[in-house]
């Protein structure tokens, strides 16, 4: 039996700000970690590595507006954050 990873229990931790603020991060970390799962077949944050970040970042957000990278940005800094990694 597979649970499904709970993106705002993993994010607890580290999510500061208004609920907007909030709700907005674990919304982008759920799409991120949804794009990542279907390309890399990798399904939670523990297994990523920095190329699958890199990808993300450079191919699935290549044709969104700055601001929109910009706040996707700012969620992987609370992913990395949170895994105690230095992939930003």
């Known amino acids: 039996m597979n649970k499904v990873f709970d993106m705002e229990l993993f994010l607890a ?3 500061k700000g208004s ?3 909030r709700q907005r991060h674990v919304r982008q970390a759920k799409i991120i970690q949804a794009e990542i799962a ?3 077949q990798r399904e939670t944050p523990w297994v990523w590595q920095k190329k699958h970040v890199t990808w993300f970042l450079e191919k699935r957000l290549a044709r969104r507006s700055n601001a929109t990278r910009y ?4 969620t992987l800094r609370l992913l990395a954050l949170r895994l105690e990694k230095s992939w930003v």
């Open 13 to 15: 931790a580290v999510l």
């Open 19 to 21: 609920h907007a603020t």
């Open 38 to 40: 279907e390309r890399w």
């Open 71 to 74: 706040y996707y940005l700012l």
